[in-house]
């Protein structure tokens, strides 16, 4: 069982070490060096299939120890936390077996690929929380200053009551139709693609701000380039192409609208075909005395409505968020100088090991992942039913 | 009949006289100025129900006559052209008299408030056509040199086969629930809310840029504010409220998914209550070898990513749409000089007037006018469906 | 004399035809349409050297008579304004004659090419007044209704003690080295280049909009391209170029600070060189308790920045300054519908119109106009030697 | 001797440790884990003057050990690098000390508080150099990738002969009258105010882009509060302040032009009271075939205007420079990943340590840094000679 006094080490073992693992390590590593973190992180051990590789990344990335087999570290008794960096279709595995071991989990989002799966592992998670293991998935957009901010504004009333919300998330990294085919592109790997990759975010980020969730969908999926070059050597989205080519079996492209549980309608997009769209997951918030703005493409910045304001001096204000009192700035730079994308996950770290010392639920819970696992499922299940709509939770 | 040798007078007789009145006005008076038109128009005659209204109007506008009879108007024969800009549900029955007296016809849009009345008008608009009397309705933003000069982009290829379609139209001015009832917000004389009056622009400009139909659509459209205090004093959107309630029978938002015919999706928004956004039409395409994208607020400026650049050097690409050898730009002002939006007017003059010159066919014709009308006849009928898809054309 | 009487006739004369001409003309064409001028201004005659080219103005621009003779046209008893739109060299000879004859004079800017003859004219333009009779100097960029609002703003107080500005108007029109030498290149008729042409704008607007002015100066100006290839047929901007090559004989760019009479600096700079910027009059004023920020790129848009809303919602804010209460649009469209360049001629006219039928000093007045005149000389004395501070009023 | 050999240790010592401490802590820490380092930074000790707080340092920034005397840390075998990070009065003791001993030193920006100094640092560098010992000026701002790749393209002739140049700092950390003194409003501690802290910078950037040097400058400095509350309690920007008041005795503000050795202007202004903006460092350099924008506010983006573009597709491109083949960018994310403001830092140990492993000379030079302190001298002569030029380098 983890010791939670005052400093105590928290020791941490990573499954995986894909562009996540990079993400997370440096997550792990910086976070103790701004925050006062009520308990000491240790990078442990990394884990990954290919013995060498993995070694490799344990050396780069700052971990003590590279191993290939989770369950055998997963059974260590000098681990205290299980971060799981892997593609989404190992997720249920391991984080049910860490879970059933007693060590507190973080696990990357989507929180599965099926809802059955995410399911399992949200009782799961609940069996274990009720003996004091905490578990958390990774939607770290909602810890850019930036977003935070945003459901703090929603929150305390400063847009009122909601009345629209369009959230999209685009990029357009496969509009080469001849990129390889990737695990991104296979069903099996990845569940689904734009939707499940990108559009998680897009959702959770819309369920955060408001607070409220899409109870009913209506939407549809597509894939725009049927067929790809097979990855010849390598692995990853560098990996070259091979000549031989293979079906994509995930969507390119989802459009859909939710329902809001408070009511309003929430229109949504996630799409990897929105040429010269590097990064783009932008929410707009409209409400009925002010309206947000965010786009992750500019961070560091939240656009604010306020209705309020004398008609002649109304507008859409640029807030740098880098100011002191801003969620997670004190103990950064002074104002005006810019976070990067990482943190997201020094903040991340920050909450996770905040939580395990109080003994409280972290968020977003695996209960939250479910209900984004939820709403993924009932987008599909609507695209395939001619754009019907979908309870999210029957 | 209409002479069209060199410098011929072009007499025009305009019903109607709110806003668009304005517009219109402004369009016949200066377009003359800036182009050479190949006739010569000749504001002849407003017409309105209020003498006293009217003849202020004419006196205002610079018309040099008043009239409250229509009928009696479109009987004359020193009036070549009829201009209809009155709310949508007396086009049908003014326009069908026009032509059947062979009055070359400029109709606001939305061309009618159902799809019954545009076949009507179409077919006799095209019986008219043989007969050498041209017809167009009032899609103006086709007319913004940006949007225009995307077409052409579009056109000549230069953001390749088209992948997706953003489409969106955004307004905030109903936001105030308290925001009197006006026949905007009356089914029976604006035919639909958001959807016709501004979604009518979305999906021309998307039509008119991609040079593709929308052939099946999936939507919904919602009324948010069910009630509104009915009109007091005055008319128009500037009317006092009084101390009754009255029922708002349109829609204030519009979403919706269209199947483009090149195959492309494309979505589409269009809303009174998007707070803070005044009068976003904003359109981005994406191509297999770049993007563009349009935002009216900004009317001057066409943001253009050419994919087709080093890949360290991409980047979507401000044009401000000023230059000589953009479209309709040579008789205007040096570059970097703005228009505004009253010149979508003008250039509807030079191009109207050029064609009944010509004796060619303007665009859009009455068919374009009623192609829209079944796109949002199709978006009601999906939205009263479940959000199930519709084909505009059945 | 003008009869003043409500809607009694106002003739005006309009000296030069050029592209300040087309302009001008719009304004006067326009303004009665959209404004309740006390006055009916008459287009009545145009006055250019070519016979031929003049009349073909007249017919394009709606005006009754053409004429070659200016000071015949001055003379006359049934013209009550005279508007100067001719190259700077000519300003004074025309404005003195027009004052002389007891006509009301709009003049374009810079209102004289040398300050003598700047003061020349506002010593009879003062003289002028004592008779009832109007002079204003044409500065129109104070009439787009995002500038006029900012100095609204200021005046209010709303930003607080006025703490520094940056003013520059930034073109990129002669960037092209073979360009062909205009009358604007040419110091005998121009006065000076980018100092005077679009710098002496950047200085009125700073004055206008703080209600100071500046009292002394230190800079420099410089010409890039010295010598530029002749221009051969046709005049103005689009004349074609011949072989033989001349000398250019003012600045392309300028570059100078100034002490304002409240103290604090303003800098400044005019450039026709300014790769990619086509005609960016910008202006920052940074204030006590907040800011404003204008670019006429985007003029239908200001951007205020309250000093003292919440430290974490600081930010600034872009105002759509298309508002009925803002400056000048209450008679023109609904919110959102954006104006172009060209009224600030329309509200050049209302105002101009507006001080005659009152009997009031309309502004910017000639004395106005002679202290910009004088900044630029002491521009010019700075730069001359070695950019040592220079009085503008010694 | 440092151990040049691969995967060496590079033994570093940093003396100081406020926000510039903070900054480079994370710089070594973070470097190692995403490039290649030829030799393995080891953080050795930290020094400062309260030996608690140094300790505290220490632990919190990962240094193994804490220290207080400057003199014996620099005496010690195991020291390989100096890393200087005090404030500009110590920089010329500490570094000579350090080469003298044989230390590679990284010293922060500005180099020294006076010329004298500079040079004699500057001396003491290029003997060391002789000796194997590398130093190197901390302009961390070179090294976002942005401007690097500023540089690369204007060095590739991408925007042609360089016209003019537009550089600026603008901050507003000063704006309130009442904000405490602290040792960077102190000549004595700072050397000066808003033109060394922050004008340096933009020195240095235009330098670095252009790779030209400012010759001669015209200007002004000012000081716009001139007494302010001495700070009580604590240090730094967050000391709180005392009842008592002292004066400010550097500037807030610096208005200058310069002249490049490539013959064109270069305007530059560094203020800490533009209300509004917080960290923008932004520098435009138009040239006859393109120009380039950049701003620190937004250090992801660059902005890029191709002038051989088509003319009516010219613009400005806005470039999200975060492509693997962007300058520093492919151990890092995916495009589209931001990086924030601390990586110019982790660049900067890349760069100098690869320059000590290959024994060459790293970038900016003290003889860099020394550039720059002649050009802020020379600013200062000018603004107390009344703005007359004066060369930099005399």
């Avoid at 009782?123 to 578990?135: I, L, M, T, Y």
């Avoid at 995930?250 to 996630?270: C, I, K, N, P, W």
Wanted: hydrophobic fraction near 40%; charged fraction near 25%; glycine fraction near 10%.
């Amino acid at each position: 069982m983890t010791e939670t006094h005052p400093g105590a080490a928290l020791r941490v073992a990573m499954i995986g070490h894909g562009f996540m693992g990079a993400a997370h390590s440096q997550g792990w590593r910086v976070a103790p060096r701004f925050f006062d973190l009520p308990l000491e992180p240790e990078m442990a051990v990394v884990v990954g299939r290919d013995a060498a590789k993995t070694e490799a990344s344990a050396r780069k990335w700052g971990w003590a120890e590279a191993a290939t087999d989770w369950r055998e570290v997963i059974a260590r008794d000098d681990i205290d936390v299980v971060d799981i960096v892997t593609p989404g279709d190992t997720h249920a595995e391991i984080a049910l077996a860490a879970l059933a071991a007693g060590k507190h989990v973080l696990c990357e989002k989507p929180l599965a690929n099926t809802v059955t799966e995410a399911e399992e592992m949200t009782a799961a998670a609940d069996r274990a929380a009720a003996a004091g293991v905490r578990s958390m998935v990774g939607f770290t957009y909602r810890r850019v200053p930036a977003t935070t901010f945003a459901r703090d504004m929603v929150a305390a009333g400063r847009i009122g009551r909601i009345r629209q919300v369009r959230a999209e998330y685009l990029q357009d990294w496969l509009m080469d139709a001849e990129a390889p085919l990737t695990w991104r592109m296979q069903k099996d790997r990845a569940g689904s693609g734009a939707l499940g990759d990108i559009g998680a975010h897009a959702i959770d980020l819309t369920e955060y701000i408001t607070g409220q969730r899409v109870t009913t969908v209506s939407g549809i999926i597509e894939t725009l380039v049927t067929e790809r070059p097979l990855l010849g050597e390598g692995q990853g989205l560098s990996g070259t192409a091979s000549t031989e080519r293979g079906a994509v079996t995930v969507d390119d492209l989802a459009l859909f609208t939710g329902r809001l549980s408070g009511g309003a309608l929430a229109s949504f997009e996630a799409t990897r075909f929105r040429t010269g769209r590097k990064n783009a997951l932008r929410i707009e918030i409209s409400g009925s005395t002010g309206a947000i703005a965010f786009d992750l493409e500019r961070l560091n910045e939240l656009e604010y409505y306020d209705a309020t304001q004398p008609e002649t001096e109304l507008g859409f204000r640029r807030i740098l968020v880098t100011e002191h009192d801003h969620p997670y700035l004190a103990p950064w730079w002074p104002t005006g100088h810019m976070l990067g994308y990482e943190h997201g996950f020094s903040h991340q770290v920050f909450d996770f090991v905040t939580a395990i010392a109080d003994g409280t639920q972290p968020h977003p819970s695996f209960e939250d992942g479910l209900h984004v696992q939820r709403v993924l499922d009932a987008v599909e299940r609507s695209s395939a039913s001619g754009s019907t709509w979908m309870p999210t939770d029957a």
